[in-house]
């Protein structure tokens, strides 16, 4: 059988293209189909769908995330802060959609939860490789936390460089160096692989870049690592909110302390000295 030739769009009379000889151009480019058989309900509780969408659409935005932090950080090390601020930028609006990603499950009582929990088992969202991804990228580091991945070895591997390489807030401190700022050497010589703790040296230059002109790039690069730092607040707040309103103190289903964990997550600060020296300016 001769397949059709696809028929191209009249553009004059607006006339969509409506034959193809295989596939749609769409489903090649976004494998639509791909997406919509990666949901498999595990109960037969209706609301398991919305919980699965849900979870899914975030692992996506994460990975959109991850690449435009990539792309900041790897632009300030070749001193293209253009081309950083816009990827900054663009992440705004990603982490602000992927904290609406909440909605569809925000409000869920423990009942409607617990309809499909022991579907979970042990899955937890704690075991995310590409959370554990972004959360590298802002400096929150734990060598403990491949261990869950080490059944998986393209995975953990893919953790294990992105523990030993830089985060994004190293590459702004090195970019703030490198335009003559005094960031200590300790910081900007520090073990990538360990967690970022706050300095009082670091806190000093930003006091300095917030107390100067104030249409420096410098404090637009503050501001947009701020925007970020209180998404991912955002962020945190919400999943605990949502955790809590659904399963109250219960353990996570993944073995870890469940509530008393986001708490403990959501009291964390990314990039602590831009809002610490607010207060010294």
Do not use: C
């Amino acid at each position: 059988m001769i397949e059709p030739e696809s028929v191209p769009a009249d553009s004059a009379t607006g006339t969509p293209t409506l034959e193809f000889a295989g596939t749609t151009p769409y489903e090649e480019y976004v494998h639509a189909s791909v997406l919509a058989q990666l949901q498999q309900p595990l109960s037969d509780d209706p609301g398991e769908l919305a919980f699965l969408v849900t979870t899914q659409v975030m692992e996506l935005w994460f990975v959109l995330l991850v690449h435009e932090w990539r792309t900041a950080r790897d632009a300030l090390y070749r001193d293209d802060l253009e081309t950083a601020m816009d990827a900054l930028r663009r992440s705004l609006t990603a982490h602000q959609a992927l904290n609406d990603s909440w909605r569809p499950i925000a409000a869920l009582t423990p009942v409607q939860f617990n309809a499909y929990r022991s579907a979970l088992g042990e899955a937890s969202g704690f075991q995310s490789a590409m959370y554990r991804q972004v959360e590298f990228l802002l400096g929150d580091k734990s060598r403990s936390l491949l261990r869950p991945h080490q059944g998986h070895p393209k995975v953990h591997e893919e953790l294990a460089a992105a523990l030993a390489e830089p985060s994004l807030y190293d590459a702004v401190l090195e970019q703030l160096h490198r335009r003559g700022l005094p960031v200590p050497q300790e910081v900007l010589r520090r073990d990538v692989t360990e967690a970022y703790t706050a300095h009082p040296g670091v806190e000093e230059v930003w006091r300095q870049i917030y107390a100067g002109p104030q249409h420096s790039p410098l404090l637009a690069l503050g501001e947009a690592l701020t925007d970020i730092g209180e998404l991912v607040w955002r962020w945190r707040s919400d999943h605990l909110l949502a955790t809590r309103r659904a399963m109250g103190a219960k353990a996570g289903s993944g073995g870890s302390p469940g509530v008393a964990w986001l708490e403990k997550r959501a009291a964390r600060t990314v990039f602590p000295e831009l809002w610490t020296a607010r207060s010294r300016v």
